[in-house]
């Protein structure tokens, strides 16, 4: 399966998702206690392990085929003045990546992963959310199709971010109709708009979800509404990885958002994802809050593109060579715990 057909054929999909292999994870927390360390004094770096491990489905988790996804697509919001940027900036950032000089370049090289950047339809901005859906049907299965073949199987691990103009006011927009509240709770500066920008930004959420109202319940009608090509992609990605056996680090809060309409349609429907990072854009912190992911460090980054997905890359790295690396007890000549 690599296109849609149909919404419905999005939602099955979403239903019923296998679960991660409980026996790798199990075999990892064994070898954890025969380690030559005290027991679970790696902390976090334990749990990663045992996740890496159920999600690969193999007891010894590797790190070989790493990947970066990059989505890029442009919104008709901008329109309303909710960025310090135009459209524009969307395909210039693209051909920086292409080029290699952007940020992500640096850190996806930096943490042994391959790049890829995907635009989306960047000349046909979607639709201003305030007064239309952002997309039609035909566009968003698009766009969930596009991120769905984008990932393979067989990939160690998928590190996924985006870029657009405009997206963190889709990003807000849809965390409100997941989670409830209103444009003041929910959006945030982005690229750093001023203080009468953010009011605006404010007040086009709040157009928004007035303007879409009880439609917004359903989380696939509300990706579709209010979101992006972007974000749709992203969800498209998260639900590739989970059927495909691949843990996935989320970044920012837009890739966050994106991937949220998953776990409103199936309970634990992100258990194979992990958040990197917490971003400061001011959602992200409650957004990872109404998710129960627990980010892995706060560097105050807000740059998205991935960025902080690829720096938490090599934290993983570093867990899967001390489990895989270190010698047990017997190995050494250890004394254990009496």
Known sequence: MSRFASLDDIKA?????????AAAAAAVQARQLTLTKPPGSLGRLEELVAWLARWQARAMPQLDRVKVLVFAGNHGVVAR????????????????????????????????????????????????????????????????????????????????????????????????????????????????????????????????????????RDPLHAARTVGGRELAAIFGAVLAARWKGVPVLLDGFVCTAAAAPLARLAAGGLNHACAAHISAEAGHRLLLEALGLNPLFDLGMRLGEASGAALAIPILRAAVACHCGMATFAEAGVRDRE
């Open 13 to 21: 999909a979403c239903c019923d998702l296998p679960d991660g292999d």
């Open 81 to 216: 003045g909710v960025s310090p940027y135009p459209s524009e900036v969307t395909a210039q950032m693209v051909a920086n990546f292409e080029q290699g000089g952007a940020a992500i370049n640096q850190l996806a090289r930096n943490a042994g992963a391959t790049l890829r950047v995907i635009p989306l339809d960047l000349p046909s901005p979607t639709r201003d959310l305030t007064v239309a859906a952002a997309m039609d049907e035909a566009a968003f299965i698009a766009a969930v199709s596009a991120g769905f073949a984008a990932v393979t199987a067989g990939t160690d691990l998928l590190a996924l971010g985006e870029m657009g103009i405009g997206n963190t006011t889709a990003a807000a927009t849809l965390s409100a109709a997941l989670f409830g509240g209103d444009g003041a709770r929910w959006a945030g500066r982005g690229t750093g708009i001023d203080d009468a920008g953010l009011v605006r930004k404010q007040a086009v959420v709040d157009a928004a979800l007035s303007y879409h109202g009880i439609t917004l």
